[in-house]
């Protein structure tokens, strides 16, 4: 049975920083590319960051490219998403998504994801 299972999420102030991660298991790591997305209240699931089954290969949008860093450590099946510089308007449930490949140093911006987690909060004040 694979799972993903996000954690990291909680409550920080303006300009503070968080680090989220999402175990795996069930799946062989190695073989799929990684993302993170997120849905603000009353919003529609965004895209947040994508990386390759390798890691050389990563994306982020916009809106947080210079504040978020996402990496995989595959020797312990681990995702990770490093949120600097937060702002409220980062305030969403976060979740992590894999999607097999057989492209090594491909990345995935877009739907559809084989397998989702089940979120972890994050909340910025103001």
């Known amino acids: 049975q694979v799972q993903l299972v996000e954690s990291g999420g909680g409550l920080v102030q303006a300009g503070g920083s968080l680090r989220l991660s999402c175990t795996t298991s069930?799946?062989?790591?190695?073989?799929?590319?990684m993302g993170w997305f997120r849905q603000a209240p009353g919003k529609e699931r965004e895209f947040v960051a994508a990386i390759s089954r390798s890691g050389d290969s990563t994306y982020v949008v916009d809106s947080v490219k210079g504040r978020f860093t996402i990496s995989r450590d595959n020797a312990k099946n681990t995702l990770y998403l490093q949120m600097n510089s937060l702002k409220p308007e980062d305030t969403a449930v976060y979740y992590c998504?894999?999607?097999?490949?057989?492209?090594?140093?491909?990345?995935?911006?877009?739907?559809?994801?084989?397998?989702w987690g089940q979120g972890t909060q994050v909340t910025v004040s103001s």
């Open positions: 069930g799946l062989t790591f190695s073989n799929y590319a």
């Open positions: 998504a894999a999607k097999f490949s057989i492209y090594s140093g491909s990345y995935y911006r877009s739907d559809p994801y084989d397998y």
